[in-house]
T-cell receptor, first 115, second 112 residues
Framework: ETGVTQTPRHLVMGMTNKKSLKCEQH?????MYWYKQSAKKPLELMFV???????ENNSVPSRFSPECPNSSHLFLHLHTLQPEDSALYLC??????????????FGEGSRLTVL | GESVGLHLPTLSVQEGDNSIINCAYS??????FIWYKQESGKGPQFIID?????DKRQGQRVTVLLNKTVKHLSLQIAATQPGDSAVYFC???????????FGDGTTLTVKP
């Protein structure tokens, strides 16, 4: 496999469920990101990890809990979500954090629907 | 605060015509700009980039122009094809801030 892989591609959950999104990058990059993409809104940065250490949390509600066990894997744990959390969640990686270029490599996203 | 905006949310062109997608940014400290393409059901993909010390950069069928005086960025696609139909995002990057700020996106539709 190459690039950035996200699973599951689609997820439907109730407000009381607990689920997790998974991201794996096969590019040897050092930084990984979670973005939220809602309809008619710009991409919103949620979390940044650099060498598996969290470097940014953009005021994300605690019902979203990230985990980065190593530089290749990133999880987003979800619990007691709200319907307004329904969105496409994109994982991305970059060669380095605060790099000169900052080019991001995205996965195909996990489409989340909260009922 | 920072903001990156695109002038038009949608653009429709005839196959074979040239397309121009515009973007305005507000952070004069941004040192690197990227255009991404997002096809339906997929994540954004890098198209072309430009550093702040450049005015123009060309790729295969695409050209990015940067006007720092008016903080304006544009993406030109030559001989637009149906496969170019997608949402296009501009992003500005500040190496010190360590993150990219994305615009709203322009949906390009190519009519056969």
């Amino acid at each position: 496999e190459t690039g950035v892989t996200q699973t599951p591609r689609h997820l439907v959950m109730g407000m009381t469920n607990k689920k997790s999104l998974k991201c794996e990058q096969h590019l040897g990059h050092n930084a990984m990101y979670w973005y939220k993409q809602s309809a008619k809104k710009p991409l919103e940065l949620m979390f940044v990890y650099n060498f598996k250490e969290q470097t940014e949390n953009n005021s994300v509600p605690s019902r979203f809990s990230p985990e980065c066990p190593n530089s290749s894997h990133l999880f987003l744990h979800l619990h007691t979500l709200q319907p307004e959390d329904s969105a496409l969640y994109l994982c991305a990686s970059s060669q380095e954090y605060r790099g000169v270029t900052g080019e991001l490599f995205f996965g195909e996203g996990s489409r989340l629907t909260v009922l | 605060g920072e903001s990156v905006g695109l002038h038009l949310p949608t653009l429709s062109v005839q196959e074979g015509d040239n397309s121009i997608i515009n973007c305005a940014y507000s952070n004069s400290a941004s040192d690197y700009f990227i255009w991404y393409k997002q096809e339906s059901g997929k994540g954004p993909q890098f198209i072309i980039d430009i550093r702040s010390n450049m005015d123009k950069r060309q790729g295969q069928r695409v050209t990015v122009l940067l006007n720092k005086t008016v903080k304006h960025l544009s993406l030109q696609i030559a001989a637009t094809q149906p496969g170019d139909s997608a949402v296009y995002f501009c992003a500005e990057n500040n190496a010190n801030a360590g993150k990219s700020t994305f615009g709203d996106g322009t949906t390009l539709t190519v009519k056969p």
